[in-house]
């Protein structure tokens, strides 16, 4: 069925706006994919905090350009669809690669983090780093290990104080 001429600038509108409210996009290609995979999928980019929508080429190449983003024509070719990093490009991009594993009709076209262009190579080697939680844990880790190093060595002195009189205080009842 196709689409009318402003149900098809609404269109070209919704893929504009995920191109420019997304901290990051990756292009799929999905060819063999059934609905129910489709939606397992969904679901694993979901609780990444992004989203897979499946996008009709020309129209998702018309709001490309029109968000200013210089996509290779390359990517709109067979089938397409989008992941939509909100939240966390790593983990939108790790679940695409993870699915892509067992789908082998999941490929990686290419994408955009910050309006840049990245590879395929480039999108599955932001997959590899470590989830947000993990990046916040490490980060706070990095933050506090001066301030508990300085809190240990104030301590010290006081410390090494209590033992000496603790040691003192023991050996004392043994002496009398």
Do not use: C
Request: charged fraction near 25%; avoid cysteine.
């Amino acid at each position: 069925m196709a689409l009318s001429k402003e149900r098809k600038q609404q269109v070209i509108a919704q893929y504009e706006k995920w191109l420019t409210e997304s901290e990051a996009v990756v292009l799929t290609e999905y060819i063999g994919l059934n609905m129910p995979q489709i939606d397992e999928l969904r679901a694993k980019i979901r609780e990444a905090g992004g989203e897979f929508h499946v996008v009709k080429n020309t129209l998702v190449k018309r709001a490309f350009e029109s968000a200013k983003l210089e996509a290779p024509d390359e990517y709109f070719v067979n089938s397409s669809a989008i992941g939509v990093a909100f939240e966390d490009p790593p983990g939108v991009a790790k679940a695409i690669k993870d699915f892509g594993k067992d789908h082998e009709f999941v490929q990686i076209k290419g994408g955009f983090m910050d309006g840049v262009h990245m590879s395929a190579d480039e999108i599955k080697a932001l997959a590899e780093l470590p989830p947000l939680p993990v990046v916040r844990g490490q980060l706070l880790g990095v933050i506090s290990a001066p301030a508990s190093k300085l809190v240990r060595t104030l301590a010290e002195p006081g410390r090494s104080l209590a033992q000496v009189v603790k040691s003192r205080a023991d050996s004392a009842p043994a002496a009398a």
